[in-house]
């Protein structure tokens, strides 16, 4: 057991998989890895560490029960430090600056940095997070787990802080489809209302809340139809004041991140339908609610929502312009997530199209922003996730398990969710109801599907699963506590969605946050006032300090076709390296890799076999060569990244 420590000191910092820092404002999942024979914890936010200790060196990723720790500071924050034993190995984790300072003094403890931020004091919402020993081996636990762990003879040596121990991230899907641009809507409404220029045909009509629009609910004349008036009525979603206020509304509710579905006209090779997702751009307050993009490749109607293989290239790239944004929506592990709703517009929606364009949107983001996304994709497209690039999978409206009920819907929620694969992202749906659609879309009322029993203690009931199904969870912690709702504002097929009603109010909102033990927000605003400034949420201050350090070796031996340089990080920190030289017209490339704290670590820029003869040939002809090398870093498991460029004139060793 002592020896297998020793061995994870040597080689557990050293995560080979490429990642991105972590960027969000909320709190991690502290994850926690014990050895086979329950001895010898690790405790890291970083999924690389935690993958690399289990794919090498035998640990298991335990269910998380330690809480969700801030990798960022914070006002009223203090940190997590670890440390490592020098003989043994064992790992110790304190919020103590002078126990640490002293442990490193003795000898006895080398110090591996901080690991997370963490309340200092207790507040409302927050659990203590104690540390406990026994026999030379430290661990972390919430203090309800702490009698049992008493019982089992350890013993409690103090208070690490306080943390969340649940921290459910919600989400719903935003329709942008309230405006100018949704053509089927309008064309349809004048055709069967008479009215020109209307987006809000069928829900206007059924609602009975314009004055100057006749009530009309075809064959349900008699069913109560006025929530599908929306609190901020019927509003254009290009105008920016109306976003601002669905973000306050969501984000005082609780909710942490808008998922817009995101249109590519094949026809016209551009976005398209895309109002809602500009106005949240530009809205004053776009930085209290993360956003993600579920793209919709559809082959439907006159397959111009289809992207073809010709066009992989320039939608991703428009794509990409969007992940650029500082609040677009990451999981766990600091990827940004890339949501595929339908595939079937994806070329000829074959296995081998879809992975093409997954495969082009990964390389448009590792040449665009040099790291990787996490691509899900929907459950019910029944996919091969390996075969069409993707790394897991999400759900949304789950209509299909319904059968015309909401209760059974609600009743087969949970064995849904176990037919999800490992990655998943689970789902709830407030309501479905396509009534308002007919007969616009329906030849008849038969056809448009609807949940007649649906009801608010059955939406309350499938919130719990979903929060329930977390609390159980041993599926890996990548997404585990992201929620996406079925939905925001699908006013048209969505019956009650969680957008305020003038009806209701905010009773799905706040079902929602009791439900999932929300605490983000001050609790549901129904109707921001015009007059009042958008609530806004300051994104998170990066973590200070990271100082970077590069040499370049004047005397290069070229071996391995390779220049050599040297960096040194002053904490632990993921690098991506780059050379260029002018002979060698392309620029030499490092593999990316995280490299532990305050030690210089070899990186070798790789050219090609061409590039390498001409370096060669120079270095035989000249004397010198300059050569600049860029190092881009960034401290881990979060903050912002570092760059540093040094030149030098090298010669041949």
């Known amino acids: ?33 014990v050895q086979g024979d329950g001895t010898g ?18 640990m298991a990723l335990q269910p998380v029960r330690t809480g969700y720790v801030r990798a960022y500071p914070f ?15 064992a790992r110790l984790v304190t919020p103590s600056e002078s126990e640490r300072a002293s442990l490193v003094a003795s000898g006895r403890f080398a110090y591996e940095g901080v690991i997370g931020h963490v309340y200092a004091a207790a507040h409302p919402g927050l659990t203590q997070l104690l540390r406990l020993s026994k026999a030379g081996e430290w661990r972390l636990a919430l203090a309800p787990d702490a009698p049992a762990l008493v019982a089992a003879g350890y013993r409690i040596d103090g208070t690490a802080g306080y943390v969340e121990a649940r921290w459910i991230r919600a989400g719903a899907l ?16 004048k055709k069967v209302y008479g009215r020109d220029g209307d987006w809000w045909g069928g829900v206007r009509d059924f609602s009975g809340a314009d004055p100057a629009v006749p009530v009309n609910r075809w064959a349900w004349p008699n069913e109560d139809f006025s929530y599908l008036q929306p609190a901020l009525g019927f509003y254009d979603d290009t105008q920016t004041a109306t976003v601002e206020k669905h973000i306050t509304q969501a984000s005082s509710a609780g909710l942490r991140y808008f998922a817009f579905y995101w249109y590519w006209n094949g026809q016209q090779a551009g976005e398209t339908i895309n109002g809602g997702l500009q106005s949240f751009l530009r809205a004053r307050n776009r930085n209290a609610l993360d956003f993600a993009l579920t793209v919709c490749a559809h082959a439907w109607g006159s397959g111009s929502l289809k992207i073809p293989t010709s066009q992989y290239g320039q939608a991703a790239a428009a794509l990409v312009t969007h992940l650029r944004q500082p609040n677009y929506l990451r999981a766990n592990d600091g990827r940004k997530i890339v949501w595929l709703c339908d595939t079937r517009g994806l070329g000829s929606g074959s296995a081998a199209d879809v992975k093409a364009f997954v495969g082009a949107v990964r390389a448009r983001a590792q040449a665009e922003l ?45 064995a849904y969710f176990a037919g999800g694969p490992p990655v ?12 308002p659609r007919y007969p616009m879309f329906f030849a008849a009322p038969g056809d448009a599907r609807n949940l007649a029993d649906r009801t608010p203690a059955l939406f309350a009931q499938a919130v719990r699963h979903v929060r329930d199904d977390i609390a159980a969870s041993t599926r890996p912690p990548l997404v585990d506590n992201l929620v996406l709702f079925y939905s925001w504002n699908e006013w048209h097929e969505g019956g009650i969605p969680l957008e305020p009603n003038a009806r209701d109010g905010c009773a799905n909102l706040d079902i929602v946050r009791a439900g999932l033990d929300l605490t983000s927000g001050a609790g549901c605003i129904a109707r921001p006032p015009d007059d009042a400034p958008p609530l806004v949420q300051q994104p998170p201050a990066a973590p200070a300090g990271l100082k970077v350090r590069v040499k370049v070796a004047r005397s290069q031996g070229l071996r391995k076709r390779a220049i050599v340089a040297r960096v040194r990080c002053s904490m632990r920190c993921r690098i991506q390296a780059t050379a260029r030289v002018r002979v060698a017209r392309k620029p030499l490339r490092a593999r990316g890799r995280t490299l532990r704290a305050e030690r210089w670590t070899k990186v070798r820029l790789r050219a090609s076999k061409r590039a390498h003869a001409r370096v060669r040939r120079a270095l035989h002809g000249q004397r010198r060569l300059r050569v600049r090398v ?17 030149a030098a004139r090298i010669r041949r060793g």
């Open 1 to 33: 057991m002592r020896a297998l420590l020793t061995a994870l000191v040597a080689g557990l910092l050293l995560v080979p998989a490429a990642r991105a820092d972590a960027q969000s404002s909320d709190p991690l999942p502290l994850l926690d890895l």
């Open 41 to 58: 914890r690790l405790y890291t936010l970083s999924q690389e560490e935690a993958a690399t200790a289990t794919a090498q060196h035998g």
């Open 75 to 89: 006002p009223g924050s203090q940190p997590l430090h670890r440390l490592r034993a020098v003989v043994d190995g």
């Open 174 to 189: 935003y329709f942008g489809t309230f405006n100018s641009g949704a053509r089927n809507l309008i064309d349809a409404t």
């Open 370 to 414: 040099g790291e990787d996304v996490l691509v899900l994709a929907h459950k019910d497209l029944g996919l091969d996730l390996a075969a069409v690039g993707a790394d897991g999978a999400y759900c949304g409206a789950a209509y299909g398990t319904s059968g015309g009920s909401y209760k059974r819907y609600v009743d087969a929620e949970r």
């Open 424 to 435: 998943f992202v689970r789902c709830a749906m407030s309501d479905f109801d396509e009534r």
């Open 630 to 646: 860029t190092v881009r870093a960034a401290p881990r498991p979060a903050g912002a990244r570092v760059t540093v460029r040094r």
